[in-house]
Every structure is written in C-alpha cells, then in structure tokens.
C-alpha cells in the first residue's frame, strides 16, 4: 500500500509565502512523475505543478515566475515553495504521484488527503 502525506498548508497573507511538503511511503518500487493540484470551492480540480524523476518541471501559467516545484528522490518527496501568494491561490492542495510498486506492475496514480491554504487578509 502507498501513502502520500501532505504536509505545510495553512493561513497566509497576500503576498506571503508558504513551502507543501508530500512525502511517499509504502510498497515503492520506482515513483515517475510527482505533482501538485489544487482545488478551489465550486471549482474543477487542475494541476499546478509537477515533476518528472529526472527533474523537468511544468507549471499552470496562473502560478509561474511565483511557485517552484522540487524532489528530493532519496526522500520521496516533493516540494511546491508559494511566494507573492495571492487571494485566487486559496484552494485546496493535492499531492500527486505515479508509481510503480513492483517491478512488473503498471504505474498507477496515487493522491494525498489535500491541505488547505488560505490567501486572506
């Protein structure tokens, strides 16, 4: 079984600044691509970052030049560091990760249990 645990959402104010940690445990063979979504109320869920294992990185056009995504392979874990936060970046965050949990199965897709960041004065 694969756990993702989500960890450094909370309240900030606009322009602030906040670091998501999300950290894979479990039956892990390989991890492929890692990411973050979000997910703001009455809306659909959307990526805004991600990683690939060798370390290319996309990003929404909504959250470049602010946001910065990393991994630590050794850890399994994967970083989104938020600076000049603003209002529209309330929502809540989900980690993201395709894994492959021997080393004959198909990568799947796992999810963590979301944090909730706030932007609010």
């Known amino acids: 079984q694969v756990q993702l645990v989500e960890s450094g959402g909370g309240l900030v104010q606009p322009g602030g600044s906040l670091r998501l940690s999300c950290t894979a445990s479990?039956?892990?063979?390989?991890?492929?691509?890692m990411g973050w979504y979000r997910q703001a109320p009455e809306k659909q869920r959307e990526l805004v970052a991600c990683i690939t294992n060798s370390g290319v990185t996309d990003y929404a056009d909504s959250v470049k030049d602010r946001f910065a995504i990393s991994r630590d392979n050794a850890k399994n874990t994967v970083y989104l560091q938020m600076n000049s936060l603003k209002l529209e970046d309330t929502a809540v965050y989900y980690c993201n990760a395709i894994i492959k949990i021997y080393y004959d199965s198909r990568p799947n897709d796992y999810w963590g249990q979301g944090t909730q960041v706030t932007v609010s004065s």
């Open positions: 479990g039956r892990i063979f390989s991890i492929y691509t």
